[in-house]
């Protein structure tokens, strides 16, 4: 089992930068694919980022690809979303979410969520 913890989001102004980390817990995380999720108040969560186990490989929504680069550290068992020129529609609860399929983009594919950390981009 994984037990995942994001922290990183805050309040933004437009065309900044934030970092979200998630943290997890246990001796899968190696072997665990990772994705970032998003959820608007009023809408669906919705996929961000996608990473392979080893890292290689990454895929992107087109709403935040160029600005938004996912990575991970396996020795430290964190993920990264690494968030450039936020726009106020990126505003969001921001999950992070492992699996045992790679590059998955659909939230029924993933085991595990975290609790979700808030990002809030202001204009």
């Known amino acids: 089992q994984v037990q995942l913890v994001e922290s990183g989001g805050g309040l933004v102004q437009a065309g900044g930068s934030l970092k979200l980390s998630c943290a997890a817990s246990?001796?899968?995380?190696?072997?665990?694919?990772m994705g970032w999720f998003r959820q608007a108040p009023g809408k669906e969560r919705e996929f961000v980022a996608a990473?392979?186990?080893?890292?290689?490989?990454?895929y992107y929504a087109d709403s935040v690809k160029g600005r938004f680069t996912i990575s991970r550290d396996n020795a430290k068992n964190t993920v990264y979303l690494q968030m450039n020129s936020l726009k106020p529609e990126d505003t969001a609860v921001y999950y992070c979410?492992?699996?045992?399929?790679?590059?998955?983009?659909?939230?029924?594919?993933?085991?595990?969520w975290g609790q979700g950390t808030q990002v809030t981009v202001s204009s």
């Open positions: 990473i392979s186990r080893s890292g290689v490989s990454t």
């Open positions: 979410a492992a699996g045992l399929r790679c590059i998955i983009t659909t939230t029924r594919e993933y085991a595990y």
């Open positions: 246990g001796r899968t995380f190696g072997s665990s694919c």
